[in-house]
T-cell receptor, first 115, second 113 residues
Framework: GAGVSQSPSNKVTEKGKDVELRCDPI?????LYWYRQRLGQGLEFLIY????????KSGLPSDRFSAERTGESVSTLTIQRTQQEDSAVYLC?????????????FGNGTRLTVT | DQQVKQNSPSLSVQEGRISILNCDYT??????FLWYKKYPAEGPTFLIS?????DKNEDGRFTVFLNKSAKHLSLHIVPSQPGDSAVYFC????????????FGAGTILRVKS
């Protein structure tokens, strides 16, 4: 595909359940980012991966959140024991490299609703 | 602590007129600034950027101005078109932090025909 693909597009889950969100970046993009957008707020950085370097996890809000990436391909964001405040749109983005001259290309996001 | 602020939640402009969207930042280490545009149910798309060594960057109908002393940037769209109606996000990054962007809360632009 031409763009960043995220699945599922919508996810409704009960409080306390685990969820897994998937991101397929643009082929050849070495950097991959996860952001989330709560209702009425801006995008909040969660984590980014650059090649084989250790990921920058500085934005993860709690230890219930984790993410993995296999090589320079698919990434999964896992939220354990979901809480209602986790409800948000989770956006994945990729860029050719992790540098300021390489704009982020975003997917359409996964809308997570925790009931 | 919001490092990037967009103080106008919404803006309404007549088709053909200029739209001016504003953004303020507090982190003096930011050296690269971007504007993203977002339609409902879609991810943000990159619009235009500016490095801190410049004070203006123009791309067609879109111009971004940077005033470093005031820690302020603005996006000008002229002439505005109905298809420009979207949410516009200002974002900034700091050298050495990869492409980790700090976003503002966004401004909803409505262009009336």
């Amino acid at each position: 595909g031409a763009g960043v693909s995220q699945s599922p597009s919508n996810k409704v889950t009960e409080k306390g359940k685990d969820v897994e969100l998937r991101c397929d970046p643009i082929s050849g993009h070495t950097a991959l980012y996860w952001y989330r957008q709560r209702l009425g707020q801006g995008l909040e950085f969660l984590i980014y991966f650059q090649g084989n370097s250790a990921p920058d996890k500085s934005g993860l809000p709690s230890d219930r959140f984790s993410a993995e990436r296999t090589g320079e391909s698919v990434s999964t964001l896992t939220i354990q024991r979901t809480q209602q405040e986790d409800s948000a749109v989770y956006l994945c983005a990729s860029s050719l490299v992790a540098g300021s001259n390489s704009p982020l290309h975003f997917g359409n996001g996964t809308r997570l609703t925790v009931t | 602590d919001q490092q990037v602020k967009q103080n106008s939640p919404s803006l309404s402009v007549q088709e053909g007129r200029i739209s001016i969207l504003n953004c303020d930042y507090t982190n003096s280490m930011f050296d690269y600034f971007l504007w993203y545009k977002k339609y409902p149910a879609e991810g943000p798309t990159f619009l235009i950027s500016i490095s801190s060594i410049k004070d203006k960057n123009e791309d067609g109908r879109f111009t971004v101005f940077l005033n470093k002393s005031a820690k302020h940037l603005s996006l000008h769209i002229v002439p505005s078109q109905p298809g420009d109606s979207a949410v516009y996000f200002c974002a900034a990054s700091e050298a050495g932090y990869g492409n980790k962007l700090v976003f503002g809360a966004g401004t909803i632009l409505r262009v009336k025909s």
